[in-house]
């Protein structure tokens, strides 16, 4: 079972930036596929940004353009940059990871709920 631990959420101004972080419990060269999906309350499990083992990334619309999704495989890390914030922004961000490889991260961004693990959450709260 793959452990995720996500962090660097908090509250910020419209327009702020925050780095959100995952640190997962293995390689991440063994999982095929990881992201990052948001719920705010009242609302769909949204896809945010996924990225599979090569390095390939998709992006919601809502976020292309202002949010980047990266990871470090030394330090077994997934990162999401969030940039030019919003209000609409405001959410419970989850970490997630998936090793059936054979589903690409384009599946995994429009079907967050497929994903077979996930980490507990952190909170992003962007106030204008």
């Known amino acids: 079972e793959v452990q995720l631990m996500e962090s660097g959420g908090g509250s910020v101004q419209a327009g702020g930036s925050l780095r959100l972080s995952c640190a997962a419990s293995e390689n991440l060269d063994s999982i095929g596929c990881m992201g990052w999906f948001r719920q705010a309350p009242g609302k769909e499990r949204e896809g945010v940004a996924t990225i599979d083992s090569d390095g390939n990334t998709h992006y919601a619309d809502s976020v292309k353009g202002r949010f980047t999704i990266s990871k470090d495989n030394a330090k077994n890390t997934l990162y999401l940059q969030m940039n030019s914030l919003k209000t609409e922004d405001t959410a419970m961000y989850y970490c997630?990871?998936?090793?059936?490889?054979?589903?690409?991260?384009?599946?995994?961004?429009?079907?967050?709920?497929?994903?077979?693990?996930r980490g507990q959450g952190t909170q992003v709260t962007v106030s204008s």
């Open positions: 997630a990871a998936d090793r059936r490889s054979y589903l690409s991260s384009a599946y995994f961004l429009v079907w967050p709920r497929d994903f077979g693990y």
